[in-house]
């Protein structure tokens, strides 16, 4: 039960788009990872996911909108909804996400990661 700051996990790695826990509840995982530049369009056929914007800012967008989002707001994508994170400066983004997610959702590519290291 020790204290987790995110400044200081943050820190820790400098890769854009590799998530990395940071903790574990109720089946859930908590992650942070670096954003900058668009990622790949994807929806997850069976998990909700949530963004929290710890630093900076970057829009999410979807088929018909984009949302931005401010430090300290945060968006919850529902499940089966495709969508595309882009940051145009880097961003600091904590991950609320069932463990089972992938993070790429229904696409493979050179940004999927299978497995996650614990920071």
Do not use: Y
Request: hydrophobic share 40%; net charge negative.
């Amino acid at each position: 039960m020790d204290k987790v700051n995110l400044s200081e996990k943050l820190a820790k790695f400098s890769d854009m788009w590799m998530p990395q826990i940071v903790g574990e509840l109720n089946g859930q995982m908590v992650k942070l990872v670096k954003f900058q530049g668009p990622f790949a369009w994807h929806h997850h056929d069976e998990e909700d996911e949530l963004f929290q914007l710890v630093k900076g800012r970057f829009r999410m967008e979807f088929r018909d909108r984009h949302v931005w989002l401010g430090e300290g707001e945060f968006l919850i994508v529902p499940r089966g909804v495709e969508h595309c994170p882009v940051a145009e400066e880097e961003a600091h983004v904590l991950l609320f996400e069932p463990t089972s997610m992938l993070n790429t959702g229904n696409v493979r590519n050179e940004r999927t990661v299978a497995h996650l290291d614990r920071i």
